[in-house]
């Protein structure tokens, strides 16, 4: 039973649909895990063994799986809305809220018979770098239990590299996917915006925001995106273009040949702030895709440098629009409600109790950004760097297919280290943010361990907007030739558990 929770997604998958192992041992196997270690890991908010053994039966039951994933489990990121499970966001305002309706990623899911576990820890609102701001507590690094596994999406990483699920779904609004999976050693792919549905995923910032697939192997991201991707009526912001052919993309790039792949290395993605070891395995990286056959060449988008300020002001600035249905009126928390308080002096003391830090300074900084006379200096400059960067971006691609650069700019730190010190928090999605600023497609691939520290690196490719096959491609052909010089997988170095 044990040796069910190593296997990748793909091969789980094989293996149910061949009737080698039921279901039933697949879900019991993830659950006793999450039973065992999570304690110590914190990846979880919500465990749903009834639902999900109930979903796994039913996967046993039918005559045909419902999709090439049929059977496999999953942790689903708790932004996500489910019928059958509280939604929280990490937050103490939405505790024990049940939505009404299920997200679209959700109901996919479901439809496709992965057998979702429960609901993983986050930052509030998706508000941190850390997985520290969660309101129910830190999750832990699987690699390090003393520090961070990312953020906001710790919980979904956490539990991929602590082998609690095979696959798991986050959200990415400044590196919330990349980011986590880059520090836990798994991959993590952020969608073209747009690429997948942001229905019933609670929102922090509306023009940023992007749900994509978590996993342990580039091809199982693969398969996970195909399940999840395509046009949804029900968002306003959603693509209506067929899912790029990320699947067949990855199994080409498993052959490891990159023979007339144009790669761009970023200039603006080096220097000062950078850790040695980190800087080390990104060079060991491009020598690598160098060697199998890409022409690598120095891309520079001078623009980038300031991507993290002009994030800073628009994300803030649409979390405050956005969090302002939380009034308590309409969802979870409310207090004072005696009869003695006015309804605005409810929503103030409830949104006061509610709030962690974090979400608070947002707001005001969104608030202060977006009042009048600050508009046109502040959030109005944000948008036209925003600009700025997407041309950047538009002819960084006329000379490369992708682009690529460390996914952080250093390894997994301390829990509690930078929490008194925003700036120096806000500085783990230096590489990640312009992709969201942008809206084309980035990945987080595994680039082995620092030699410092001995914590997981990553390597972030990008890709065009709706070329997410690309990523696919080039990240499976270097994940191959990683794990070949390396003699296996990163993930089975984790330390281990008491499995």
Known sequence: MTDLIKLTAAELAEKVQKREVSAVEVAQAHL?????????????LHVDAEGALAAARAVDEAQTPASPLAGVPLALKDVLTTTDMPTTAGSRTLEGWVPPYDATVTRKLREAGVVILGKTNMDEFAMGSSTENSAYGPTHNPWDHSRIPGGSGGGSSASLAAFEAPLAIGTDTGGSIRQPGAVTGTVGVKPTYGGVSRYGLIAF??????????????????LLHEVIGGYDPMDST??????????????????????????????????????????????????????LGAEVVEVSCPAFTLALPAYYLIAPSECSSNLARFDAMRYGLRVSDDGTHSAE???SLTREKGFGPEVKRRIILGTYALSSGYY???????????????????????????????????????????????????LADLCTIPSNLSGNAAMSVPSGLSDEDGLPVGLQIMAPSLADDRLYRVGAAYEVARNDAAGGSLIHQVPDMGA
Do not use: W
């Open 32 to 44: 006793d895990r999450i039973a065992k270690i999570d304690e110590h890991v914190h990846a979880f």
């Open 205 to 222: 910032s509306s023009s940023l925001d992007q749900a994509g697939p978590c996993a342990r192997t580039v091809l199982d991201a693969a």
């Open 238 to 291: 959603s693509i209506n273009a067929p899912v790029p052919p990320v699947v067949a993309a990855a199994r080409e790039g498993m052959k490891g040949d990159l023979k007339g792949v144009r790669v761009g290395v970023v200039k603006e993605f080096a220097g000062d702030g950078y850790q040695p070891g980190v800087t080390r395995s990104f060079e060991a990286a491009v020598a690598q895709l160098r060697a």
């Open 345 to 347: 002096e409810v929503m």
């Open 376 to 426: 046109d200096a502040y959030y109005g400059s944000a948008q036209k760097v925003r600009t700025l960067i997407s041309r950047d971006f538009d002819a960084a691609f006329e000379k490369v297919d992708v682009l690529v650069s460390p996914t952080t700019p250093t390894t997994a730190f301390k829990i509690g280290e930078r929490v008194d010190d925003p700036m120096a928090m806000y």
